[in-house]
């Protein structure tokens, strides 16, 4: 959407199918051989938080938002990691330039159940008793938030604070994995989950080549173990090659990026080229699969970083319920 285009009228409805456009984007991203999420990292900052927020309200995007926004070159090729709205910017007095393209960002709404409607309105289901959150349906709205740099008016962004997040430091990883409980083996030359066993293999320290590599792998690796059944229950049950597994690969693999602008790690794990074509097979199939991935990411994510005491202390303040499924799209 273009600054100075046409509002649609009262009442008009956008039929634009905006879920389908993100997904479409990422299979022609995926089919020319790249992670569209995925931002160079940089080591300069290292150790602070590059998560996308809105410089109009301060508060943090999650979910599949983390993933629109890294996929904006803007933010990573400018180190500015702040958006917000048409209309807040106005608010605060700053002004788009005209001209300016935005960028599609998801919101989870709900809206009550239409009787008669099927699974995506109708009545509540048998035994809920009433409750008001069963007869309730939840579905994506989009908006549209332009980045910083298409502003005038916005402040400069603040110089990076020595510690501006006690939480985002490479030892942060050590913290999470010893709080978590989580069985650790080293030896060997693969990193992996085993829900067999429940443990998490990584191979010896010394076989990466600095410590990131180290942080980052052992947390993508976390995210797996928080899939088992006695903790955030996804579905583990997949052999390597098969689509479930290569599913899973990617929940880790959108976690892995968000943990990484989360604590300043980089976030190229080399492990994907054997589940792209799974991948691109769910997409084509289901265009919600990304922001079912993304959700489960999210989730996977908060459940991890809870680990460590001086993030789960800390007081979030989000722009959306990235971490829910819709029901409707």
């Not at 993100?22 to 590059?50: S, Y």
């Not at 098969?242 to 976690?255: H, K, P, Q, T």
Request: include cysteine; hydrophobic fraction near 40%; proline fraction near 5%.
């Amino acid at each position: 959407m273009a600054y100075g285009r046409r509002r649609q009228a009262a009442g008009a409805t956008d039929r634009r199918d905006r879920q389908q456009e993100v997904t479409d984007r990422i299979i022609g991203a995926l089919e020319q051989g790249t992670l569209p999420w995925r931002q160079p990292w940089d080591p300069g900052r290292a150790g602070h938080d590059t998560r996308p927020r809105n410089v109009a309200s301060h508060r943090l995007y999650r979910g599949i938002n983390i993933l629109l926004l890294a996929m904006d070159a803007r933010a990573w090729s400018s180190g500015d990691h702040r958006w917000c709205t048409y209309e807040q910017a106005r608010a605060k007095g700053w002004q788009v330039r005209k001209g300016e393209t935005g960028t599609t960002v998801f919101f989870v709404g709900q809206a009550p159940r239409k009787e008669g409607s099927g699974a995506e309105g109708g009545p509540a289901p048998a035994g809920s008793d009433g409750d008001p959150s069963e007869r309730m349906v939840r579905f994506y709205k989009s908006h549209t938030v332009f980045h910083a740099s298409q502003m005038d008016g916005v402040p400069d962004l603040p110089p990076l604070a020595v510690d501006e997040a006690p939480w985002a430091r490479i030892e942060a990883v050590d913290t999470m994995l010893e709080r978590s409980g989580a069985v650790i083996r080293y030896g060997g030359p693969a990193a992996f989950y085993a829900p067999a066993s429940d443990h998490i293999q990584l191979p010896m320290r010394g076989a990466f080549h600095d410590a990131y590599g180290l942080a980052s792998t052992a947390a993508h690796e976390l995210l797996h173990w928080s899939g088992a059944r006695h903790r955030l229950a996804r579905d583990l049950s997949g052999t390597f090659g098969s689509a479930s597994y290569a599913f899973e690969e990617m929940i880790a693999e959108l976690g892995s990026c968000q943990i990484g602008m989360t604590l300043g790690l980089p976030c190229d794990i080399d492990n994907h080229a054997s589940y792209v074509g799974h991948w691109l097979q769910r997409l084509k199939a289901d265009k919600t699969a990304i922001f079912k991935a993304a959700a489960a990411a999210q989730r996977a994510v908060d459940y991890c970083l809870a680990f460590h005491p001086d993030f789960a202390a800390q007081d979030l303040d989000t722009e959306d319920a990235g971490s829910a499924e819709p029901i409707a799209a």
